[in-house]
């Protein structure tokens, strides 16, 4: 299985505007993936037409972190502080 970052360009058929968005897809190929995000996307655009889908990544799913944001302050802090972790698990 891959992950893919496609962005889709098309009309909103709510707003008639010219838009782009991004999509995240597990498929097994490139076929595969290009048709799942232009299937989900074509539900939003006018006419259900799709302009243009753009693959922006293409990589092999991995276990492990994927995402990791960057820090910021937070508005609150946490009240209590965070449960030791249970030894022997």
């Not at 008639?16 to 595969?32: C, F, L, M």
């Not at 006419?47 to 995402?67: C, S, T």
Request: charged share 25%; proline share 8%; net charge positive.
């Amino acid at each position: 299985m891959l992950r893919y970052r496609l962005t889709a360009y098309y009309e909103d058929k709510a707003t008639e505007v010219h838009v782009a968005q991004t999509v995240i897809v597990i498929a097994e190929d490139d076929k595969e993936a290009v048709r799942s995000a232009t299937a989900d996307v074509a539900r939003d655009a006018a006419g259900g037409r799709v302009a243009a889908i753009q693959v922006l990544e293409k990589a092999p799913i991995k276990p492990g972190v994927v995402y990791r944001s960057d820090p910021y302050i937070p508005f609150r802090w946490p009240a209590t502080p965070a449960p030791a972790k249970a030894q022997g698990s």
